[in-house]
T-cell receptor, first 108, second 113 residues
Framework: GIQVEQSPPDLILQEGANSTLRCNFSDSVNNLQWFHQNPWGQLINLFYIPSGTKQNGRLSATTVATERYSLLYISSSQTTDSGVYFCAVETSGSRLTFGEGTQLTVNP | EAGVTQSPTHLIKTRGQQATLRCSPISGHTSVYWYQQALGLGLQFLLWYDEGEERNRGNFPPRFSGRQFPNYSSELNVNALELEDSALYLC????????????FGPGTRLTVL
């Protein structure tokens, strides 16, 4: 099956810093989503981005499907950005395959 | 617009018992998905239902089963519970035929003692 690798696994930042999270996938995908998992476990949708670039406030994402990677940019990070960020890709059968996640800690 | 809802929030069972988890999709969504997030195993796809039928199944034993009702809500049943079934179970929904962005509910945390 498809492999999804996220890097880095852990990231510690000071408030106000910028960061880039990466997601590599091993095969063609129909779709790609980025999520933020809050402390209570719920997955919050950030981007639905099979290709191209999207922006939402301080967050933006770029997917280069032909090169099988996606990037999530967080600018001017805040303590509330802390948590686990997941990349998930959809292949056949509409199932999402998730990466292992990036644990982000933003210190005040 | 209400999001995906799940019940109960927490569920505690003992080994060998059965657990039933429930999910209501976003209004207008007909596809419902179940995922398991167990410690150390990441998020894994369990089941996909669309229009009342099971459309796809992940690599889980048959004691994990479910159904989708005419109103598109869904149940996940786990029979003969084992300790390793302890996990966060997440339900998601999307528009029909499994197409489009998946939106997740808050999850049910199942603990098997």
């Amino acid at each position: 099956g498809i492999q999804v690798e996220q890097s880095p696994p852990d990231l510690i930042l000071q408030e106000g810093a910028n960061s880039t999270l990466r997601c590599n996938f091993s095969d063609s995908v129909n779709n790609l989503q980025w999520f933020h998992q809050n402390p209570w476990g719920q997955l919050i949708n950030l981007f639905y981005i099979p290709s191209g670039t999207k922006q939402n406030g301080r967050l933006s994402a770029t997917t280069v499907a032909t090169e099988r990677y996606s990037l999530l940019y967080i600018s001017s990070s805040q303590t509330t950005d802390s948590g686990v960020y997941f990349c998930a890709v959809e292949t056949s059968g509409s199932r999402l395959t998730f990466g292992e996640g990036t644990q982000l800690t933003v210190n005040p | 617009e209400a999001g995906v809802t799940q019940s109960p929030t927490h569920l505690i069972k003992t080994r060998g018992q059965q657990a039933t988890l429930r999910c209501s999709p976003i209004s207008g969504h007909t596809s419902v998905y179940w995922y398991q997030q167990a410690l150390g195993l990441g998020l894994q796809f369990l089941l996909w239902y669309d229009e009342g039928e099971e459309r796809n199944r992940g690599n889980f034993p048959p004691r994990f089963s479910g159904r989708q009702f005419p109103n598109y809500s869904s149940e996940l049943n786990v029979n003969a519970l084992e300790l390793e079934d302890s996990a966060l179970y997440l339900c998601a929904s999307s528009t029909g035929q499994g197409i489009g962005e998946q939106f997740f509910g808050p999850g049910t945390r199942l603990t098997v003692l």
